[in-house]
């Protein structure tokens, strides 16, 4: 099946510093990437989709300035939390999608971000 | 708003059993409907997707039933292992959007 990598799959960082989270899907061109967080014992919430080339589309709540994401090729797109505070610390997970919107999303296996 | 409720936040149940996982929700009418599991630190793995127009799909020792008169999927393993035990997602999707319920964290007994 398709596989999905993140890098790194953890980090801790002190307050005020920026993180960048790498997805890249292996064996495939991914059309579309979504980026998710999730919190212990919540749900996946979707933050922003990406397609290649263009800009990413940001949930309502969630601060693009912040959150910001590049889509530079069809296998590969990055997270950068910017100036992350402790309540940035959480599971962030991205997928990749081939195609129309009833095919499986491949997930990455997350990367877990603790902020100081 | 657009609710999603997995029946509850854990299930015990006895290996060689059939498990079974409620999805319910409200406030959206959804194209397609998706289960995933997730062990722990881990990102999801996408398990079987039900499309509005089907009833029932299976894929070996899983069953998906969906009922949009009712609102909800029922999510069956048969002959349970406990290598099933896992957090089981619930997710609702129309055209780009996928809509995750919290989970339901399955333990199989031996």
């Known amino acids: 099946g398709a596989v999905v990598s993140q890098h790194p799959s953890r980090v801790i960082c002190k307050s005020g510093t920026s993180v960048k989270i790498e997805c890249r899907s292996l064996?495939?061109?991914?059309?579309?990437m979504f980026w998710y967080r999730q919190f212990p014992k919540q749900s996946l919430m979707l933050m922003a989709t990406?397609?290649?080339?263009?800009?990413?589309?940001?949930e309502q709540g969630v601060e693009k300035d912040k959150f910001l994401i590049n889509h530079a090729s069809l296998t590969l797109s990055t997270l950068t939390v910017t100036s992350a505070h402790p309540e940035d610390s959480s599971f962030y997970i991205c997928?990749?999608?081939?195609?129309?919107?009833?095919?499986?999303?491949?997930f990455g296996p997350g990367t877990r971000l603790t902020v100081l | 708003s657009q609710k999603i409720e997995q029946n509850s936040e854990a299930l015990n149940i006895q290996e060689g059993k059939t498990a079974t996982l409620t999805c319910n929700y409200t406030?959206?009418?959804?194209?397609?409907l998706q289960w995933y599991r997730q062990d722990p630190g881990r990102g999801p793995v996408f398990l079987l997707l039900?499309?509005?127009?089907?009833k029932e799909k299976r894929k070996e020792r899983l069953k998906v039933t969906f009922d949009t008169t009712l609102k909800q999927s029922l999510f069956h393993i048969t002959a349970s292992q406990p290598a099933d035990s896992a957090t089981y997602l619930c997710?609702?999707?129309?055209?780009?959007?996928?809509?995750f319920g919290k989970g339901t964290r399955l333990h199989i007994l031996p």
């Open positions: 997710a609702l999707g129309r055209d780009d959007k996928i809509i």
């Open positions: 406030n959206y009418s959804p194209a397609y």
């Open positions: 039900i499309r509005e127009n089907e």
């Open positions: 997928s990749a999608r081939q195609g129309i919107s009833y095919n499986e999303q491949f």
């Open positions: 064996d495939f061109q991914a059309t579309t």
């Open positions: 990406s397609n290649e080339g263009s800009k990413a589309t940001y």
